[in-house]
């Protein structure tokens, strides 16, 4: 007889075969025992988690002569001949192969047929959302009002996608994602049935690895048994399943815990160079955080074995396992949409090795702030700023600029910071930072230079520079990487030929705009009070000379165009 896969070898032939859907099967036999029998049903739920199963043991049970219990007998001509699949009245349809009205009409048909044999017409289809919205109208009186021995069983995987009418009409069970460790229990149970030899670590990693589904773990587990010779080890496991092995994990996230850096991505490398999966390699990792973050609430849920490098790392802050959680969830979902994943984890392993230091820099941020003020909102103008005096830029006095050095930080990325910058920024200094910008960039290793690419010079004055960037993750990693910074402001100094580095504030472009606009305001109200003040001078004399207001623009309408550019700005009376 040839080979047949493990999942369908093993597929439940009764509910107490079934695995994590109790509440499901209960329902389910308490029905059949008391008779209380639906019309319809649909079945929704994630992929290999039992929907197909329940409706085959749910059609035979319905059907059997003899059943015991809300289970059926096994053994008598009806349960025997659904079992060879010999009996006509159990119908099964994929929808996604017979999706056309014409299908469903041919069901409306035969539903005026009695049963041959069994007692109930069975119907069961399977992913039922892929029905065309005619099949759907054309099953819609069907389904409210069917033969007193037909049954509708629906299956799907994405029930979103059913009208509300067709939903309405059936009785409605969700199967839940199935446990690691009840998948680990029936996997067990199913090699010791078979005299297989395994790893118990192995079968965890398969059971993790299934990501909730029963049939995923079995053909995880056909895969190990075949590459294994019969024998299921942990070394096998991790090759067919992509995963990485505890110690690695171990020490890589000991590396980013202890910020070393280099020692992080010398183990991404050894990662990346046995070909591991980069989705399932951030799987990993969250499990292992997560294995931490609980480990002192509730030991019993822990799914590794405690090793040195686990029990060292419990000694870290919990907020930093809540940080790297985070972390990997959002550079996860950011996989999705690159072609070059390698990329990805070398900015997150800097970024995960700098995560305590960011919420340093965070926390003086917020202790700096005055009370009376969000860390959100702009802060006032620099003249009266004493923080944006000692971070950014000098103070003017007189009109003339002084540069206390030694309190002038190479990088920022204080919003409010944006201020002291724009109070000096002209139009050519900015011009000239746009062109030498490409050139510096041009510099760089790879990934620096892919990461730097999504920025651009947004102002710049004789002192500093604000440079905008596409993404939040890489403004951090950049602003984190002294190096990098400091690069940047040597060539920026060398390619435009100024005296001296200018300072950056690195902000997101999604705040410049905003930013911009509330300079341009605090300004403009300025320049409103001036006027106040000159109005309130005496007459000039009768031979003065008026220059008209378009030869003599005000001054904040003067300094936009300096900055912004005569064509990018418009002046409008209030």
Known sequence: MAYQAL????????????????????????????????????????????????????AKTVNCLHPVDGEADGTCEVCQAIDQGTLGDIIELDAASNNGVDEIREIREDVNYAPTLAKYKVYIIDEVHMLSTGAFNALLKTLEEPPANVIFILATTEPQKIPATIISRTQR?????????????????????????YDEKALKVIANAADGGMRDALSILDQALSFGDGQVTLDNALLVTGSVTQTLLGDYLKAVAT???????????????????????IEDLISYARDLLIAHEAPDLVNLVPD????????????????????????????????RPSIYLEVLTVKLSRLELLTQVEAQAVQTTPANQSAE??????????????????????????????????????????????????RGD?????????????????????????????????????????????????????????FLMEQIQTLSGSEHERALVLITNEEWSDLRSTWVQQHHVKQSKADVEQAAQPAPEENAIDLPEDEAPAPVVQKAREMFGADLVEVHAD
């Open 7 to 58: 999942y369908r070898t093993w597929r439940p032939q009764k509910f107490a075969d079934m695995v994590g859907q109790e509440v499901v099967t209960k329902t389910l036999q308490n029905a059949l025992r008391t008779q209380q029998i639906s019309h319809a049903y649909l079945f929704t739920g994630p992929r290999g988690t039992g929907k197909t199963s329940a409706a085959k043991i749910f």
């Open 173 to 197: 069970f969700d199967f839940r994602r199935i446990s690691a460790s009840e998948a680990y229990e029936r996997i067990v149970y199913i090699l010791q049935q078979r005299g297989n030899e």
């Open 259 to 281: 910020h070393q850096t280099d020692h992080a991505l010398a183990e991404l490398t050894k990662v990346l160079a046995e070909g591991k999966d980069a989705n399932r390699f």
């Open 308 to 339: 040195d490098n686990f029990n060292e790392l419990l000694q870290k802050e919990e907020q930093l396992w809540y940080q790297m959680i985070d972390t990997l969830n959002e550079v996860q979902q950011q996989l999705r949409f690159t072609n």
């Open 377 to 426: 909102e702009p802060a006032q103008p620099v003249e009266k700023s004493v923080m944006l005096e000692k971070t950014v830029t000098p103070t003017k006095s007189n009109s003339t600029s002084t540069r206390d050095k030694s309190n002038v930080k190479k990088a920022s990325i204080d919003k409010r910071h944006v201020f002291a910058v724009l109070d000096a920024a002209t």
């Open 430 to 486: 900015l011009n000239r930072m746009e062109g030498v910008w490409a050139d510096v960039l041009a510099q760089l290793e790879v990934t620096k230079k892919a990461m730097l690419n999504t920025a651009k010079p947004l102002a710049a004055s004789p002192d500093g520079m604000v440079v905008g960037f596409d993404f939040e993750i890489f403004r951090d990693k950049t602003f984190r990487d002294e190096t990098l910074i400091q």
